[in-house]
Every structure is written in C-alpha cells, then in structure tokens.
C-alpha cells in the first residue's frame, strides 16, 4: 500500500530529446507527489511537485503529468540538456507532509552530448 | 550556511569498529530525518524526529543503530560494531513541522561510510 514504482533504473537520451520517467502508487490516500533531483555527490532537492486536483504542472523545460484514475504520474524533461544528468526519485506523501514521503527507487538518467 | 550541514563528509572505518555521524539541521526546522542511500539504490528510511516527541525509528535495521537530538536541532546517528554491508551514504534531511507542512525535505549532501 506505501510503495511507489518507478521505472526505468536507467535512462540514456540525446541532448535535445524527450526525458521520461513513470510512477505509479497504489495507496489513494496519497495527495502529494514531488519529483527531487540528486547529481553525483549531493543530496535530493525538491524539483516540481503535483496535487491531484490538476493533471499537470510545467515548470520549464519540466513538466509532471498526473493520471489520477490510473494512479500514475510521470516526469517530462523536454529539451533534455547533459546537465540534466542526475538521479531523479518521485515521491507521494499523504497531505503533503514531508514525514509521510515514499521514494520510488530512482532514475539514473543520462542525457549525452 | 543556510542548508542542512553534515560530517564527516568522508568516513573509512574497520569492520567492528564504531562511528559517529552528525547532521545540523536548518535553523527553524523542527522535523529531522535520517536516510540511507546504497551504491545505486533509493533512498531508505532510517529514523524521524519531530519535536519533543518521541523519535520514530521504525526504519533503524538493527540494534547497532541508533540515533540522538540535543536540543531539537543537531542529531548524531551512531552505528556500533560496524559491518560491510553498513557501507552506504547517510543523508540527513530537515522540514518545516507539523502544521506547516510543505511535504518538502530539505537534505544535507550526506556522509560516505566505507567498512573495510
């Protein structure tokens, strides 16, 4: 019921191409689902983050889709640039509190030159 | 600084041996989390603390484990009689409490463990 899937472990794009990486949860008590962004030696950090009263958010060349019947989300990097090579986790968190986040397993994309 | 501040950055020990690790949370964050993220793995949850109250450390894989928070800001997570498979980034993580929930975690850039 807690876990979130994401998929895929790796992902290798060219430099201007379309980056995507899919959640999906099974708990519907889940109302909050942020994307964070890790490159090589630092911590995650906050990318962009979803409610499920919209189906999609833009931020940038970075875009989150949510399918609430389905019970999926994903992550869009338009444009994808070599320095948008990081480790990207989603997340769900049930009203938004950051106590209750589960990660999905992570996103190892890299996006060649 | 202004973010979440750990140390050591680096830290080699030998198998047995036990290791201190600290994490300086943002200044007004009252919520404090530890995680552990292995070589290419997601990120595990280790312990939370919120407050003054009771700290949840269902996360905590074995009894070698444990963790501390003077004061409601600086923690110490200590790992006794360390073992190989204890080898992995420790990320430690601050929030804003409850009632002023933003779902976001604020992470340090960690501390790399390596038992030789």
Known sequence: ?113 | GAGVSQSPSNKVTEKGKDVELRCDPISGHTALYWYRQSLGQGLEFLIYFQGNSAPDKSGLPSDRFSAERTGGSVSTLTIQRTQQEDSAVYLCASSWGAGQNTGELFFGEGSRLTVL
């Open chain 1, 1 to 113: 019921q807690q876990q979130v899937k994401q998929s895929p472990q790796s992902l290798i794009v060219q430099k201007g191409g379309i980056s995507i990486i899919n959640c999906a949860y099974e708990n519907t008590a889940f109302d909050y689902f942020p994307w964070y962004q890790q490159f090589p030696g630092k911590g995650p950090a906050l990318l962009i983050a979803i409610r499920p009263d919209v189906s999609e958010k833009k931020e940038g060349r970075f875009t989150i889709s949510f399918n609430k019947s389905a019970k999926q989300f994903s992550l869009h990097i338009m444009d994808s640039q070599p320095g948008d090579s990081a480790t990207y986790f989603c997340a769900a968190s049930i009203s938004g509190s950051a106590r209750q986040l589960t990660f999905g397993s992570g996103t190892q994309l890299t996006v060649l030159p």
